[in-house]
């Protein structure tokens, strides 16, 4: 897409709008970053040494009178004030991930889903990267992609997506384009609708040609039922655990993958276990086979990946004890695949920030798996009110040490203490990941 450098204005000084900044000044813009918060001083000294001015603690509405183009940090709703400013005046106002599309000469494949998109993109990537593809892994996941179209020279992005991010994106194309699931999930931000929801999803589809592939999981109801209204242009390849498909499915706990020959591997090889990453590896290895990778790598890639920090992560054992970090769990779903995962009698530890979530859908699980029950949180009467039928003595505690310490004393040799929150962490911590570290360090001091 050619498009003339002029005035831009970059809402958050973050990971993708530092990368916005440097890609913008670059390519010859007139950079402005704002920021409504307090900007971090590397951030900040990493934009005085390339000559971005910037702004924090607030927005100076007098500086965006000529502002042509805006690049809005996924986490900042449309909804809030600076945003309506530049909406009223029809500036067009878009994500890291499309202004970077604008520079990128890359081939992408980009991943999007409730769940298991972070674990997919990863995986894809290291399939790509074990087949000696010049690749590089951006989105929600890894640098930002707009320092990395500025700065790299890569073949191939593996970008995994979030729905925050697809509603900023207009002209942006992938080449392949992975749906893993849709579960209710950031409703907060879809004036709680579901159907809101799922069209975000879905605009990882928007402007691909007969050209392009589009992989999705067909044993999705919300998924297959939206794709009943679409007519697709582009090739299409689906995953499946329940039915024989064109793409991957299971068959006597054998993946089959019938792109471009048939590929066989038993699941019990695989390097992730349970059904929501056999899942994953199905899409990853769908993708992997359109690309027309040898079957060798794509083999050797799904028996030997390493798992992610911060989803179903092995923290320790102590005392027979073992202590699981799944911090990454912000939904009900993530949280039913980690339970649902559970070989041991399980002390769950759950809380946070909600996002509307219904507890309903986990109920029988919890109950044919957990031990006991810890909120972390503030405001855990949603959670209480959910399981106290079950679970009378519900703990709650405020820090992630005293949850560690509560779990400790509760728990047997040959249990489980399981940190799946199933909520956002910004009650308490600074993010998830920060969420898991903390739970970390208090399970290694034990």
């Known amino acids: 897409m050619n498009i003339s450098p002029g005035n831009i204005v970059i809402l958050g000084a973050a990971e993708s709008g530092l990368g916005a900044a440097i890609l913008a000044n670059k390519m010859g813009w007139s950079v402005l970053v704002s920021d409504n918060a307090v900007i971090s001083e590397e951030n900040k000294n990493k934009l005085d040494d390339i000559g971005v001015n910037w702004e924090e603690l607030g927005h100076s509405y007098c500086d965006f009178e000529n502002t042509d183009l805006v690049v809005k940090s996924p986490g900042i709703p449309d909804n809030v004030s600076v945003v309506e400013y530049f909406t009223k005046r029809s500036i067009k106002v878009v994500s890291e991930i499309e202004f970077a599309g604008y520079y990128n000469k890359a081939k992408t494949i980009c991943i999007t889903g409730s769940n298991g998109k972070t674990t997919t993109a990863k995986w894809t990537y290291s399939i790509l990267k074990n087949a000696g593809f010049k690749v590089g892994l951006a989105g929600n996941v890894g640098d930002s992609f707009a320092k990395q179209v500025a700065e790299s020279d890569y073949e191939w992005y593996v970008l995994e997506i979030s729905s925050f991010q697809l509603d900023g994106m207009f002209d942006f194309c992938a080449d392949i384009s992975i749906l893993t699931n849709i579960t209710p999930d950031h409703l907060d931000r879809y004036n709680n609708s579901i159907e809101n929801y799922i069209k975000s999803k879905f605009k990882i589809l928007q402007n691909q040609t007969k050209k392009h592939w589009f992989i999705y999981n067909e ?66 290895g769908v993708a992997a086979r359109v690309l027309e990778i040898r079957k060798e790598v794509v083999r050797e890639s799904l028996q030997n990946f390493n798992n992610l920090e911060h989803r179903l992560e092995m923290v320790a054992k102590i005392n027979g004890i073992e202590f699981i970090n799944d911090s990454k769990a912000t939904n009900i779903n993530s949280t039913w695949y980690a339970l649902e995962s559970m070989d041991k009698p399980t002390v769950w530890i759950v809380g946070g920030e909600d996002k509307g979530n219904d507890y309903c859908d986990l109920k029988d699980l919890v109950k044919e798996k957990v031990k006991a029950i810890i909120c972390l949180g503030v405001n855990n009467e949603k959670i209480i009110e959910s399981f106290s039928e079950d679970y009378p003595e519900i703990i709650e505690v405020d820090s992630a040490h005293r949850a560690v310490m509560q779990a400790y004393k509760i728990a047997s040799k040959n249990e489980t203490v399981l940190l799946s929150p199933a909520c956002a962490s910004f009650d308490l911590f600074e993010s998830y990941e920060d969420r898991g570290n903390q739970f970390k360090k208090a399970v290694r001091a034990l």
């Open 219 to 284: 044993d999705d109801k919300r998924i297959r039922s939206h794709l009943q209204e679409m007519n697709l242009k582009m090739s299409v390849a689906s995953f499946s655990l329940e039915k024989k498909v064109m793409g991957g499915y299971i068959d006597k706990k054998e993946i089959i993958i019938n792109i471009n020959t048939q590929f066989n591997m038993s699941i019990h090889e695989l390097a992730l276990k349970g059904k929501h990453n056999t899942q994953n590896a199905l899409a990853a």
